[in-house]
């Protein structure tokens, strides 16, 4: 016969209460005789509910079983094996494959060998050192882990985001893109018209269509069709139709390309090596232009912001940037919207007329009977 009991930490205030008390979060562990063996250990577990079910399963079988421990390098090759089954993109598959590595150096330096080993408060050390970003294919590994019972419970459900400073989205100024574009034209003494002309093309659809530059260094002529753009984006699959400038259909029309299938590409390079060599090649230009902090999705913050001055709603501009969902486009964009804008202002406007102190102000008297009254 199994029984489960809390072992209390030297912390819990209910210590002295002994295994009869079960309402604190202490381990739990469990003690008695199956199949002849006498157990003693922890279910490695805090959730009392959790303990009886890991107990009524070892009864029913007659026996405990035992279970072989799962090394980090084994799980992660594991769970990598079934990511390529799953045909996840290789962008994503990239990012798992450097938090392994990022938890391989941890675990190396912290000496852990075994999924089991990492608690909660090792996964609040890793957390520190991954970043944000990675924290929810952190809480994936973990919850395969645990669903293929390679880890008696899985640590990473509670485990709290680091609190993050977003930066606020800044678009380029009416005065940045002059800068910007005129400092193309540098590229024409120094790489050839052509190089010039393809760059200026490239610049100009970064602003006027609010793509990824990933999807723009893919592109193909065959996405654009009277003036209009359309394609699947690379990040989340979703389809995008954008009207684009006349001005700008030319330019594309008239772009130099780099081979007959892409506008930016030769098609023969890793797409990733393309990206990070338009990456480089954007900073020279904005140094050139003398553009603090210029990077390339701040043009796709400046198509989205002019869309969103010009009345566009929310749930068009997400369309149109092709994200899974309107509240990724709200986190980065909702300051921006206008109609927003317009209501607050309307609002502190009709408390100001009414404020006595600021139509005394203004040289006008409250109406101290009407709708102007102010009313304690």
């Not at 990824?212 to 209009?228: E, K, L, N, Y």
């Not at 900073?283 to 902090?293: H, M, P, Q, Y």
Request: hydrophobic fraction near 40%; proline fraction near 3%; charged fraction near 25%.
């Amino acid at each position: 016969m199994l029984a489960i009991f809390r072992r209390h930490k030297r912390s819990c205030s209910h210590r002295s209460e002994g295994r009869a008390y079960r309402r604190c979060r202490c381990p739990i562990s469990v003690e008695g005789v199956l199949g002849g063996r006498l157990i003693r250990e922890s279910l490695k577990t805090a959730d009392w509910e959790r303990g009886q079910a890991i107990i009524r399963g070892w009864e029913a079988e007659g026996r405990l079983e035992e279970t072989r421990r799962v090394t980090l390098a084994e799980g992660w090759d594991r769970f990598l094996i079934d990511a390529e089954a799953r045909k996840l993109r290789a962008g994503t598959l990239g990012k798992y494959k450097s938090l392994r590595r990022q938890m391989e150096v941890f675990a190396s330096r912290e000496r852990l060998a075994f999924l089991d080993e990492f608690s909660l408060d090792v996964l609040s050390d890793l957390r520190s050192g991954i970043g944000g970003a990675a924290l929810n294919r952190l809480r994936a590994f973990f919850r395969v882990a645990f669903e293929r019972r390679w880890i008696p419970d899985n640590p990473a459900r509670v485990l709290k985001p680091a609190k993050i400073q977003r930066r606020p989205t800044m678009p380029f100024s009416a005065e940045e893109l002059g800068k910007i574009l005129g400092a193309v034209e540098g590229y024409g003494e120094r790489a050839g018209r052509a190089y010039a002309q393809r760059l200026r093309a490239f610049v100009l659809l970064l602003r006027y269509s609010g793509m990824r530059i990933g999807d723009a260094v893919q592109m193909t002529p065959d996405r654009v069709v009277d003036g209009r753009l359309f394609l699947y984006t690379q990040k989340t699959g979703q389809p995008v139709n954008v009207l684009l400038p006349q001005f700008l259909a030319r330019e594309l029309a008239a772009c130099p390309r780099g081979s007959n299938g892409h506008y930016f590409w030769t098609g023969q390079s890793n797409l990733k090596t393309a990206v990070s060599l338009w990456q480089r090649t954007l900073k020279s230009l904005f140094d050139r232009a003398a553009i603090v902090g210029g990077h390339a999705h701040r043009f796709r913050d400046t198509f989205s912001v002019e869309f969103l001055l010009g009345g566009g709603t929310m749930e068009q501009l997400a369309v149109l940037l092709g994200h899974s969902s309107t509240r990724i486009t709200e986190r980065h964009y909702s300051p921006w919207v206008r109609a927003r804008q317009e209501q607050l202002e309307s609002v502190l406007a009709r408390i100001w007329a009414r404020d006595p102190v600021a139509l005394v102000e203004t040289n006008h008297t409250p109406d101290t009977h009407g709708e102007g009254a102010f009313c304690n």
